[in-house]
């Protein structure tokens, strides 16, 4: 089954691959690797997901959040491949980032979100390594940041 429709029957739909807001490139392609810019998360209004894990919101908001994150990875990964997804040979990499308090452990539960989601598009092309990560603060407030690796045929 084509990753196309893999997306229709999974009933996704992807958001518009939105522009930088600043001095960098949203996706680049070097050699058969393509580097996507950290996706941030927004919801399907277009609204931010604002907060901090373990504090504003629970594991499960962040990895809702999460998922928005990598939905907005797959909009820039079918922008940069010319709407051609068959053009992935696979993921490589995740690197989540989850806005939390000092005391909050569940990170990887937080973006499990966002590699669930790219293994259920992708299939075995989606399995990636990963590493999720706690911060003090993310741009604009919001909950979880994503960016990701993958690999061109």
């Known amino acids: 089954m084509s990753i196309e429709n893999k997306i229709k029957e999974l009933g996704i739909i992807l958001p518009k691959a939105a522009d930088p807001v600043g001095s960098y490139l949203a996706t680049k392609i070097t050699d058969k690797m393509l580097f996507v810019s950290g996706q941030i998360s927004i ?68 973006i499990n979100g966002a590699s669930d989601l790219i293994a259920s598009i992708f299939g075995d092309l989606g399995m990636h390594t990963r590493a999720a990560v706690s911060t003090n603060s993310l741009p604009l407030g919001v909950s979880v940041e994503v960016d990701a690796i993958f690999e061109l045929n």
Request: with cysteine; charged share 30%.
């Open 43 to 110: 919801d399907e209004n277009g609204q931010l997901i604002k907060g901090k894990l373990g504090r504003e919101l629970d594991t499960e908001a962040g990895y809702n959040a999460a998922k928005r994150c990598a939905l907005s990875i797959v909009a820039q990964v079918k922008k940069a491949c010319n709407d051609d997804l068959s053009k992935i040979k696979s993921c490589i990499k995740l690197t989540g980032f989850v806005n939390s308090t000092e005391d909050f452990i569940e990170q990887p539960k937080v």
